[in-house]
């Protein structure tokens, strides 16, 4: 199995822009998290779905954040217009819902957003 | 509510020492509980988990035992070896729910 994919690995961007984040889950895998981390807050989960239904998007920052899962095979992420602030490395997970908490994590998205 | 609360980092030991990392957790529920572990540049992976008090999730020559009473899930490893550099993170999920409530991490270095 080729694991979670994510693209692209490092986005560089200017305040004001658009950024898009993807994922692919692992095949079969019926949950679908996104997760920011920076030194600062650590690890923080900002949204996630079941069979492509948002759950809970509590931990989402702003309006400015949207996460969107059209089929079980693609998730993603857009913050639209970035900021400084939102520099961080973003994890897209996914697990098997009988799996009993075992997620298995993206190698992340950098973002710099200057 | 949930939380896990860790040991303050960075850790920093020898090859060989003995390693202890220290959670403790607050659940409304009856959670399960995991330690996962972040190498450079990569994301995360389980490293153990386990289910029920009194249950020792073990893997790659570490280990952690579920305390009820303690509410507390500890990490402990033998002997250190340099490839254990890492981020250690504990994290629990109330019994049915799919959502981990993580730790702040734990960075761990070992010199040779």
């Known amino acids: 199995d080729a694991g979670v994919i994510q693209s692209p690995r490092h986005e560089v961007t200017e305040m004001g822009q658009e950024v898009t984040l993807r994922c692919k889950p692992i095949?079969?895998?019926?949950?679908l998290f996104w997760y920011r981390q920076t030194m600062m807050r650590g690890l923080e989960l900002l949204i996630y779905?079941?069979?492509?239904?948002?759950?809970?998007d509590s931990g989402m920052p702003e309006d400015r954040f949207s996460a969107k899962m059209p089929n079980a095979s693609f998730s993603n992420l857009k913050i639209q217009p970035s900021e400084p602030r939102d520099s961080a490395v973003y994890f897209c997970?996914?697990?098997?819902?009988?799996?009993?908490?075992?997620?298995?994590f993206g190698p992340g998205t950098r973002l710099t957003v200057l | 509510g949930n939380s896990v609360t860790q040991m303050e980092g960075p850790v920093t030991l020898s090859e060989e020492a003995f390693l202890t990392i220290n959670c403790t957790y607050t659940a409304t529920g009856y959670p399960s509980l995991f330690w996962y572990v972040q190498y450079p540049g990569e994301g995360l992976q389980l490293l153990l988990k386990?289910?029920?008090?009194?249950d020792k999730g073990s893997n790659k020559g570490f280990e952690a035992t579920y305390r009820k009473e303690t509410t507390s899930f500890h990490l402990e490893k033998g002997s250190v070896q340099v490839s254990d550099s890492a981020v250690y993170f504990c994290?629990?999920?109330?019994?049915?729910?799919?959502?981990?409530?993580f730790g702040q991490g734990t960075r761990l270095t070992i010199n040779p």
């Open positions: 997970a996914s697990s098997l819902g009988l799996a009993g908490g075992k997620q298995f």
């Open positions: 994290a629990l999920s109330i019994q049915g729910a799919q959502k981990l409530v």
């Open positions: 095949s079969g895998h019926d949950y």
């Open positions: 386990a289910t029920k008090a009194d």
């Open positions: 779905f079941n069979n492509n239904v948002p759950i809970d």
